[in-house]
């Protein structure tokens, strides 16, 4: 409820039935967050009764407690109200009532995210607003029943899909019911009120002024701006406290330095500080991390994550920075934020934009190469050269960036022992770790004594394809019940080489055919010689209904079949 010049008022209604064990340790507790200074929590019902509707338990403020997440630097506490609930039990309704209000009176219509679903199945789900149509905006989506109603308008839903947790999905806007709302307001002011609300952590310190002098040295342009956001990414531990609700005012750059962590608005603060300290003009801009953001709802509200803009300047190149990206490259725009709408930051001047689209087909793509030599007795020794491009590249620098080289061999070794058990790393070589514009190469040696099995005149086994397998692979599922969406066109190559004692031959023998023509992928075989084998193919950009969901898993794994032939050593 929205009226002019009052606070507003936002409840909820919530009736559960318990219907397993489960249930009852789910929501043994119920938690609401919300931040002293800017609105209050009031618990009107939290009851439990049995299957015959008796009154079991009332949550009251003697078991209550509350926890803390500090903004440190912000003068702003966060806090959380947790009510734990007692003896829950299968059949068992939960009855929830609960109203928050703004402590401030401008009669401003907040930003409110309406989800229709739950991961649990929800009978009905109902949205009212009481408040003048004409002072709010919405974008609506899925299938939702709209109706005016006295005072405001409603939307309801019944049986709204149920959200359940499965690879490669899309947004839930892309398959769900809900809406988005906020008052309506100009950008500018968006943005104003924002710069406005974190002013007072602009500090310009002498120690983040001192070490931007430090990190740029002799550098200069682009080289001198690279060289700080590398420092900020490396050297500052990033804590993930999403942007957005009550997390919206970063620590000082002062606090970031000197404690080495900080989030992603903490860390793009910092980034400013340092740079403007060399005299680089940037302005924080705010971003949605999977969606791709509504330039028709002027809220900050809609966004869940702070980075930096760069604009063209003298000797310096536009860039979007993501100074929480780890092992992001030097690229303008970081990957998977192209065309996506951001809040660029700067006073009365604030304005949205939409990120530049770079990505080309050529960006990720996958080249690994096999070399196999099997002994007499079976024994095997490896070698696998593996490059990586484009967001392959970005994961697994995830896993080795930073580490030592005995934790590095360990990790591969733990990764190998998936398809060679009795795995032992002879050596690992890794290029362009650090080096995020160029392709990620790894190259590794490793033995094995036993996995080839030895027959009465014959060594016979499949070749161990654990890196296509962790790379390309859908799992066997009962339903898909969710659409599927892929992204990114993929580029995959793969080349097998076995050799053999001399006097002994080499048989590869590749799966059945395809039996139809494939529509997801393409792919291209490398002519059959002895000891040799190859092939490449193309993943197509898709988004596909969920009955497709067995055709594309049945084309993935025939080209994970070709890279796992039969071999035979006679």
Not at 73 to 99: C, K, M, R, V
Not at 298 to 309: C, D, K, V
Not at 466 to 488: D, G, N, Q, T, Y
């Amino acid at each position: 409820k929205a009226e002019k010049n009052e606070p507003w008022v936002r409840s909820e209604e919530m009736l559960m039935e318990i219907l397993d064990i489960r249930g009852a340790a789910i929501y043994r507790e119920f938690t609401f967050d919300f931040l002293p200074g800017y609105d209050r929590i009031y618990l009107n019902a939290l009851e439990v009764y049995d299957s015959t509707w008796t009154l079991k338990q009332k949550a009251s403020l003697s078991g209550a407690y509350i926890t803390y997440a500090t903004e440190i630097g912000g003068g702003n506490e966060s806090q959380t109200a947790h009510f734990p609930l007692q003896e829950l039990a299968p059949g068992d309704f939960i009855y929830l009532q609960f109203s928050r209000t703004a402590i401030e009176t401008k009669g401003m219509i907040p930003y409110t995210d309406y989800v229709s679903s739950r991961d649990i199945p929800v009978g009905q789900s109902i949205f009212r607003i009481y408040a003048d149509t004409s002072r709010f905006t919405t974008e609506e989506y899925g299938t939702l029943e709209r109706n005016n109603i006295q005072g405001g308008r409603e939307w309801k839903i019944e049986n709204p899909v149920v959200v359940r947790k499965e690879m490669y999905m899309p947004v839930y806007r892309d398959f769900g019911s809900g809406l988005m709302l906020t008052g309506k307001q100009e950008w500018k002011d968006v943005g104003d009120d924002y710069q406005n609300l974190i002013q007072h952590q602009f500090k310009q310190a002498v120690s983040v002024r001192e070490k931007a002098f430090e990190v740029r040295g002799n550098k200069i342009g682009d080289e001198a701006v690279k060289a700080i956001v590398r420092f900020v990414r490396h050297d500052i531990r990033y804590r993930d406290v999403r942007f957005g609700g009550h997390s919206l005012i970063p620590q000082t750059a002062e606090v970031t330095l000197k404690e080495r962590r900080g989030d992603c608005k903490d860390m793009a603060l910092l980034l400013k500080e340092m740079l403007a300290a060399i005299g680089v003009k940037s302005y924080l801009a705010a971003i949605h991390l999977t969606e791709e953001g509504f330039e028709h709802l002027p809220t900050i509200q809609q966004f869940n994550h702070m980075i930096l803009y760069i604009p063209k300047q003298d000797k310096v190149s536009e860039m979007w920075v993501d100074a929480t990206d780890k092992t992001g490259n030097d690229r303008p725009v970081p990957l998977d934020m192209e065309g996506k709408v951001a809040l660029i930051i700067d006073g009365d001047n604030s304005h949205v934009v939409t990120t530049p689209i770079l990505e080309d087909n050529q960006e990720h793509q996958i080249a690994i190469d096999h070399r196999l030599f099997i002994g007499e007795n079976g024994a095997c020794e490896f070698r696998d050269s593996v490059t990586l491009q484009g967001k392959f590249a970005s994961s697994i620098r995830n896993r080795f960036f930073g580490r030592e080289t005995k934790e590095q061999e360990q990790l591969m070794e733990n990764f190998l022992s998936e398809g060679v058990p009795d795995v032992s790393i002879g050596n690992i070589r890794i290029e362009n770790l650090d080096a995020f514009n160029k392709p990620l190469i790894l190259v590794t040696t490793y033995a094995s004594k036993g996995y080839f099995g030895q027959g009465a005149s014959e060594l016979k086994g499949r070749f161990p394809n654990v890196w296509e397998r962790s790379l390309f692979k859908l799992p066997k599922v009962s339903k898909r019940h969710h659409p599927i969406r892929m992204p990114h066109e993929t580029q995959f190559s793969y080349h097998l080489t076995v050799k053999a004692p001399s006097g002994k031959s080499v048989g590869i023998t590749g799966p059945k055919p395809l039996s139809r023509a494939p529509d997801y992928v393409s792919f291209e075989k490398a002519e059959a010689t002895s000891g040799e084998t190859g092939i490449k193919w193309t993943t197509f950009a898709l988004y596909a209904d969920p009955s497709e969901y067995e055709k594309i898993r049945e084309e993935w794994n025939y080209l994970l079949s070709e890279t796992s032939p039969l071999i035979i050593i006679k």
